[in-house]
Antibody
Framework: ELQLVESGGGLEQPGGSLRLSCGASGFTFSTNAMSWVRQAPGKGLEWVSGISAGGGNTYYTDSVKGRFTISRDNSRDTLYLQMHSLRAEDTALYYC????????????WGQGTLVTVSS | QSALTQPPSASGSPGQSVTISCTGTSSDIGNYNYVSWYQQHPGKAPKLMIYEVSKRPSGVPDRFSGSKSGNTASLTVSGLQAEDEADYYCSSYAGSNNPLVVFGGGTKLTVL
């Protein structure tokens, strides 16, 4: 059974840092592009970042460029999102999602990890 | 403000059909056949219902169908059932534009 399990969320002060992890199982992680998608409380979905299967290509939405870094360890079947200079508007449930094919369609999602940025 | 525009709500009685629209631009929906639809029940993760405009993943009932015309995509749910009540989000690949993937603001589907 395919599983994506996120961890690393929590309460952090503005300006702080967090690293999210997403452990994958049940599929060949190293051959699939992955993404992070977030959902602020009571709001819609927002694509945050994506990474190619081999990790050589990374993509970010403008609001997180220069603050967030996506990476992956294919030997550990794990996806990461390093978050720096956190802002209140980064408060959201962060989902790890497997990309179906190449073009940003997400066929499997984790249950999410909650990031709260507040003083 | 979301990049794709969806109506905030839609409703129908059991057995009826409902169509949810999703309007984008020539940079996303109008330029790519990578439109997807997600169903999200309260407190749950989104679930892929439609990909590449009109294809259904294994296990998704054929009551769900998708289409596209120009810059607007649509999701039709036929033979509405109580369990279809959920939030529905459309999404489109946007190529080299930023962001790479855009979502709609979501539509709350109520089964009356």
């Amino acid at each position: 059974e395919l599983q994506l399990v996120e961890s690393g969320g929590g309460l952090e002060q503005p300006g702080g840092s967090l690293r999210l992890s997403c452990g994958a199982s049940g599929f060949t992680f190293s051959t699939n592009a992955m993404s992070w998608v977030r959902q602020a409380p009571g709001k819609g979905l927002e694509w945050v970042s994506g990474i190619s299967a081999g990790g050589g290509n990374t993509y970010y939405t403008d609001s997180v460029k220069g603050r967030f870094t996506i990476s992956r360890d294919n030997s550990r079947d794990t996806l990461y999102l390093q978050m720096h200079s956190l802002r209140a508007e980064d408060t959201a449930l962060y989902y790890c999602a497997k990309v179906r094919g190449t073009y940003g369609e997400f066929d499997y999602w984790g249950q999410g990890t909650l990031v709260t940025v507040s003083s | 403000q979301s990049a794709l525009t969806q109506p905030p709500s839609a409703s129908g009685s059991p057995g009826q059909s409902v169509t949810i629209s999703c309007t984008g631009t020539s940079s996303d929906i109008g330029n790519y056949n990578y439109v997807s639809w997600y169903q999200q029940h309260p407190g749950k993760a989104p679930k892929l219902m439609i990909y590449e405009v009109s294809k259904r993943p294994s296990g998704v009932p054929d009551r769900f169908s998708g289409s596209k015309s120009g810059n607007t995509a649509s999701l039709t749910v036929s033979g509405l059932q109580a369990e279809d009540e959920a939030d529905y989000y459309c999404s489109s690949y946007a190529g080299s534009n930023n962001p790479l993937v855009v979502f709609g603001g979501g539509t709350k589907l109520t089964v009356l």
